[in-house]
Antibody, heavy 121, light 111 residues
Framework: EVQLVESGGGLVQPGGSLKLSCAASGFTFSDHYMDWVRQAPGKGLEWVARVRNKTKRYTTDYAASVKGRFTISRDDSKTSLYLQMNSLKAEDTAVYFC????????????WGQGTLVTVSS | DIVMTQTPLSSPVTLGQPASISCRSSQSLVHSDGNTYLSWLQQRPGQPPRLLIYKVSNRFSGVPDRFSGSGAGTDFTLKISRVEAEDVGIYYCTQATQLPLTFGGGTKVEI
């Protein structure tokens, strides 16, 4: 079964840091681009970041709202995806989903259940 | 950034009747490779999103054939031929033609 399981969410103060993890199973993790997408409480979906595969030299891209504060990374040997979040703001409060991008252009599948990050004092 | 606009925001439906959701992009979603990277996602209450349609009109594996996608350029539509109770949720269109990836605001389908 193709599966993604996020962990690492929690309550953090403004200005603090948190690292999210996503464990993948059931597919050849190293072949795929991986993304983080977030959803603020009661709101829609917002793309956060992407890391490409080894063929694309693990290049990364970020949403403007997180660039310079968040770092996406992966460890193909551990079939895991990460999101290091620094200088957190209240507006980063959201459920963070990891998802596989099936290229070329076949969309996002699967999605993890998500992990909640709450930034509050 | 490409802005994705969905209408309606909410769609009351009757079981067994059709439903339709529109999605318009602020610029053409035709990629330089000739493909149009427009997808539709379904998010049931309390669940993560689920891929329904990719590249405008291709149903993803396991998606019932009552779901169909159409459109071109900047205008796209998701149709449910006969709504079932399990179809309740929020539907999002999303584009992957250009970074940053963007999503529509969502359309709530409710009975």
């Amino acid at each position: 079964e193709v599966q993604l399981v996020e962990s690492g969410g929690g309550l953090v103060q403004p200005g603090g840091s948190l690292k999210l993890s996503c464990a993948a199973s059931g597919f050849t993790f190293s072949d795929h681009y991986m993304d983080w997408v977030r959803q603020a409480p009661g709101k829609g979906l917002e793309w956060v970041a992407r890391v490409r595969n080894k063929t694309k030299r693990y290049t990364t891209d970020y949403a403007a709202s997180v660039k310079g504060r968040f770092t996406i990374s992966r460890d193909d040997s551990k079939t895991s995806l990460y999101l290091q979040m620094n200088s957190l703001k209240a507006e980063d409060t959201a459920v963070y989903f990891c998802t596989r991008y099936i290229s070329p252009g076949r969309g996002f599948d699967p999605w993890g259940q998500g992990t909640l990050v709450t930034v509050s004092s | 950034d490409i802005v994705m606009t969905q209408t309606p925001l909410s769609s009351p439906v009757t079981l067994g009747q059709p439903a339709s959701i529109s999605c318009r992009s602020s610029q053409s979603l035709v990629h330089s490779d000739g493909n149009t990277y427009l997808s539709w996602l379904q998010q049931r209450p309390g669940q993560p999103p689920r891929l329904l349609i990719y590249k405008v009109s291709n149903r993803f594996s396991g998606v019932p054939d009552r779901f169909s996608g159409s459109g071109a350029g900047t205008d796209f539509t998701l149709k449910i031929s006969r709504v079932e109770a399990e179809d309740v949720g929020i539907y999002y269109c999303t584009q992957a033609t250009q970074l940053p990836l963007t999503f529509g605001g969502g359309t709530k389908v409710e009975i």
